[in-house]
């Protein structure tokens, strides 16, 4: 796979030596000459240019790239990558970096955008999850599908604890995607009974209803 990153500070480094440690070919391009740690990547293409520009994506042959990553610390510069990639380049795949999750509502395919990546997002979501039991957690957003992946550890004295998960009428839009207990993940079967203390993992459609979701799993179902 072929991926351009614009941005070649500490995550646009880190991305591509994951990709190349992967066998893709990378090239990082950033406009400041202070970001030009060719020795810390050595095994990308660099150039030293402004992504923003239609030139420099000509240069990189942005046409050829399986994926583009706008990975810089400026969110209208990721904006106006991602667009240049998709609309100028038909790149397949614009991945963008959100700096500021007020900023988050743009970064749609309105803007080129395929996936949209919040650090400060994802770090908040990683903390909630570990350190809360019994509250919904959401730990990322498909922005394409508006899908949600969302994660709840399971109270003790939830009344579905001991309750077989093929006796569980789920919200409409909502799938049970996997059970963690102690370490070990477990892909959930009708047979498969619920503990107190597992941690579960939903998919969630864009209609699905959370707060009914996180209801059924600490209160259990609602009476008829």
């Known amino acids: 796979m072929r991926v351009v990153i614009a941005g070649a500070g500490s995550v646009g480094r880190s991305i591509a ?16 000459p202070s970001a030009m740690r060719v020795s810390q990547v050595a095994d990308a293409d660099w150039l030293l240019a402004d992504a923003c520009e239609l030139p420099t994506l000509r240069q990189v042959k942005a046409d050829e790239a399986d994926v583009v990553v706008a990975a810089t610390g400026d969110d209208k510069a990721n904006l106006v990558i991602s667009l240049l990639a998709k609309t100028e380049f038909g790149v397949p795949r614009t991945v963008a970096r959100v700096n500021n999750p007020k900023n988050e509502w743009m970064f749609d395919e309105a803007w080129g955008v395929d996936v949209a990546v919040s650090t400060p997002r994802i770090m908040t979501a990683m903390v909630e999850e570990a350190v809360t039991v019994g509250d919904l957690v959401r730990i990322f957003t498909f922005h394409q599908s508006r899908a949600d992946i969302l994660e709840l550890t399971l109270p003790e004295g939830s009344p579905l604890a001991g309750v077989r998960v093929g006796q569980i009428q789920w919200p409409a ?14 892909a959930p079967s009708a047979d498969d009974t619920l503990e107190g203390r597992d941690e579960l993992l939903f ?21 008829s």
């Open 17 to 32: 030596r994951e990709l190349l440690g992967h066998g893709h070919e990378v090239t990082l391009i950033d406009r400041q």
């Open 173 to 186: 839009d909502t799938v049970l995607a996997a059970i963690v207990r102690d370490t070990r993940p477990i």
């Open 203 to 223: 998919v969630t459609g864009r209609d699905a209803d959370e707060s009914e979701l996180e209801a059924l799993l600490t209160r259990g179902p609602a009476a």
